[in-house]
């Protein structure tokens, strides 16, 4: 009788932990594209980017801060999901949970940057002359290539990816969530995999682009991430038995 509480309050702490960081990113997400035009602002130059960093005062740092922690917040539920379904020694699942959690870490650097090193670039840019103002412009876009499109969105993007098609698969094949939540992540993982053509395009000029996969492959994965939340809920919701009841989890998609 302990064995089920405990299961089933596991499982709804991560599903409830799915859903709340999947919409307190969207509503802090919300607000930076509001204020800050973000993500297009990103692909402007620091002449653009930083005078309206600045003229975004306190108010656009401490955004940016929520955004970075309510992404953060994810890694929580990641990290618990395989013992929540009772799959903690799948191996492909667990190589997938440290892809996502490291996923989550790099995606916070990326994010971080715009509280702690953002702000005494951007302050220097304004109040600086051209010779400061030049090399500003150079460490801006070393630290910006670095931490923001090497680190938070290719690396970032790319490990999330990773860990949503693994479990996508591990649904679909085992059928311990809705399977339709699995067809679901692969569709909306391959959309936001597209959108690793604008980040080359930093650094490969002329890289194909397809301007819509970041909106659509974003909105859709953070929906997705949502969906899985809820679908975690109902589980909890309608077992009382404990989450390793479901046997057909033994067949790992590694075995190919």
Request: charged share 10%; net charge neutral.
């Amino acid at each position: 009788m302990t064995t089920t509480y405990v299961d089933r309050n596991l499982l709804s702490v991560t599903g409830g932990l799915f859903v709340v960081s999947a919409l307190a990113f969207a509503g802090a997400a919300t607000t930076l594209s509001v204020t800050f035009d973000w993500p297009d602002i990103l692909r402007e130059p620091a002449s653009v980017v930083l005078p309206a960093f600045v003229a975004g005062g306190p108010g656009l740092v401490w955004t940016w801060f929520a955004t970075a922690w309510t992404y953060g917040l994810l890694a929580v539920p990641v990290l618990l999901l395989p013992a929540a379904l009772g799959l903690r020694d799948h191996p492909v699942l667990r190589v997938a949970t440290y892809l996502g959690a490291a996923s989550v870490l790099l995606s916070l650097i990326g994010f971080l940057r715009w509280v702690f090193v953002v702000p005494p670039l951007a302050s220097s840019y304004v109040s600086g002359d051209a010779t400061t103002q030049a090399a500003v412009d150079a460490a801006w876009t070393a630290q910006h290539q670095f931490g923001g499109a090497l680190l938070g969105e290719h690396l970032g993007q790319l490990l999330i990816i990773a860990w949503s098609v693994t479990l996508s698969v591990i649904i679909l094949r085992s059928g311990i969530l809705p399977r339709w939540l699995g067809a679901a992540g692969l569709l909306v993982s391959i959309i936001y995999l597209l959108n690793q053509g604008d980040i080359l395009a930093t650094a490969v000029p002329g890289f194909p682009v397809w301007d819509l996969a970041g909106l659509l492959g974003s909105t859709g994965w953070g929906l997705w991430v949502a969906a899985l939340g809820v679908s975690i809920l109902i589980r909890s919701a309608r077992r009382g038995t404990p989450a390793s009841t479901g046997s057909p989890v033994a067949t790992s998609p590694s075995g190919n």
